[in-house]
């Protein structure tokens, strides 16, 4: 089973090479794709620099942000299994073992990694809580991390999501058109390390929950 490996990249100069040296470093056959959301620091310098076999690189030319970014590597992929991977320090690419193994001993479709939001601040903390708490709400699910980057989800059935989102709200998208699908979404713990200077706000908020709100009652 071949795994895709989706890094929407914006800005990344100082992770972003440890970041796919560590998705390297996982033993499992993969792809890595790696788009770059027309960053202005060091990130375009930094991916001509690597070209390894497993690297595919694509770029955008104006800024358009990490939905968009995610729906151009996803054209590209050619995996059996998809999987989204933030260009920080936040997840560890280790724990795409514990990710598959419900995929290989369970017959799971979807598998979300579940943070430990301990250490987050308390604002942000708030937020995830309660989008997490509406997508429950919404959908009848029992999720304990919607906002999750570690979504662990077929390629049949993410080719069938027909994703619109730009922006930070493909979370809510993926998470409302998989549930409205009926696809039950296993979870398992992962290992989580926020960073100090995150480029959300509590403002990006607002499009995530009106998408839930929104997506929930589309035809």
């Known amino acids: 089973m071949k795994l895709s ?10 992770t972003l090479e440890d970041v796919i040296r560590r998705v390297q470093e996982v033993e499992l056959e993969k792809e890595i794709i790696v788009v770059d959301d027309c960053s202005t620091d060091a990130t375009p310098q930094i991916l001509t620099s690597l070209q390894p076999q497993d690297l595919v690189v694509l770029s955008h ?15 590209a992929a050619s995996g059996d299994v998809i999987i989204i991977q933030d260009a920080d320090l936040e997840y560890d690419p280790q724990d ?3 990710l598959l193994g419900p995929f290989l001993e369970d017959g799971a479709v979807v598998v979300y990694g579940v943070r430990s939001l301990q250490e987050q601040t308390w604002l942000m903390r708030l937020g995830n809580r309660l989008l997490t708490g509406v997508t429950n709400l919404l959908y009848g699910s029992h999720l304990e991390d919607m906002e999750t ?3 662990l989800i077929s390629k049949e059935i993410m080719d069938g999501l027909e ?6 709200e493909i979370e809510a998208e993926l998470t409302a058109k ?4 009926g696809h ?13 200077e995150k480029k959300l706000t509590p403002l990006d908020g607002l499009p995530t929950l009106w998408t839930l709100v929104k997506l929930r009652f589309a035809p």
Request: hydrophobic content about 40%.
């Open 178 to 181: 998989i549930l409205k699908a």
């Open 149 to 151: 980057c570690y979504k």
């Open 163 to 168: 994703l619109q989102a730009k922006g930070f």
């Open 184 to 196: 039950r979404i296993h979870q398992v713990p992962i290992w989580y390390s926020p960073r100090v």
């Open 61 to 75: 030319s104006t800024n358009r942000g990490k939905g968009a970014a995610i729906r151009t590597a996803l054209a």
């Open 5 to 14: 490996v989706l890094i929407p990249a914006y800005n990344e100069e100082d």
């Open 96 to 98: 795409f073992h514990k």
